[in-house]
């Protein structure tokens, strides 16, 4: 079964600093997809960032990027330049292609003024 | 911008009683989630559909919840009798699985309380 493991259950960042939040995953798939997703407190989950296992070149979006290592099942989201709009919980997810998406504990952010 | 729409937002309800919550997924789209998030469990899966079809529902209890998709626009999650153990936040999502387009668009929720 697929696992994904997210080890800092809270962290906090100054503003305008950078921040890196920890995901590992565990899975025998060779092809799958991998996500963070954001949950202000408006409690919306917001897709941050999505990253495909066969594509070797790191996602960015913006301030968001990932640093993803393959062979450690290691897919960490590093915020650059934090802003007090990105206080939120980050998730990270997992989908073995067409299989369901599981999800970690969550990080809390929040970043301070 | 196409979205997922779940009703109601909130839901207060007594123990015993009936609860129905709605969820409308993006047309076209393929797979539909329900999740339930509660502090101490974060996100659980409780049953997904692909293509209107159930495929897992191992997470959910199968004595008083269940899950259906009587047409490619409407998915509903019924719990009865409700327990206060439900309260919780119940959320939909959709995609288009097993394509080049993979990634999952959340409801805004709905808040159950069950006192």
């Known amino acids: 079964a697929q696992t994904v493991t997210q080890s800092q259950p809270e962290m906090s960042v100054q503003e305008a600093e950078t921040v890196t939040l920890s995901c590992t995953y565990d899975?025998?798939?060779?092809?799958?997809?991998l996500f963070w997703y954001k949950q202000p407190p408006s409690r919306q989950m917001i897709l941050v960032i999505r990253?495909?296992?066969?594509?070797?070149q790191n996602a960015t979006e913006n301030r968001f990027s990932v640093n993803f290592q393959k062979a450690a099942k290691s897919f960490s989201l590093k915020i650059s330049d934090s802003q007090l709009g990105d206080t939120a919980m980050y998730f990270c997810?997992?989908?073995?292609?067409?299989?369901?998406?599981?999800f970690g504990k969550g990080t809390k952010l929040t970043v301070n003024p | 911008d196409a979205r997922v729409t779940q009703t109601p937002r909130h839901k207060v309800t007594e123990m015993g009683q009936e609860v129905t919550m709605r969820c409308q997924p993006i047309?076209?789209?393929?797979?539909v989630f329900w999740y339930r998030q509660t502090m101490m469990q974060g996100l659980e899966l409780l049953a997904y559909?692909?293509?209107?079809?159930?495929?897992?529902d191992s997470g959910m209890p199968k004595d008083r919840f269940s899950a259906e998709m009587p047409d490619a626009t409407l998915a509903t999650l019924k719990i009865q009798p409700s327990e206060p153990r439900d309260s919780a936040v119940y959320f939909c999502?959709?995609?288009?699985?097993?394509?080049?387009?993979?990634?999952?668009?959340f409801g805004s929720g709905t808040q159950l309380s069950v006192l």
């Open positions: 999502a959709s995609g288009l699985l097993g394509t080049e387009y993979e990634k999952l668009f």
């Open positions: 899975t025998s798939e060779s092809n799958y997809y």
């Open positions: 990253q495909e296992a066969y594509k070797q």
């Open positions: 997810a997992f989908t073995g292609g067409s299989e369901k998406l599981v």
């Open positions: 047309l076209g789209h393929n797979t």
């Open positions: 559909f692909r293509n209107r079809a159930p495929l897992d």
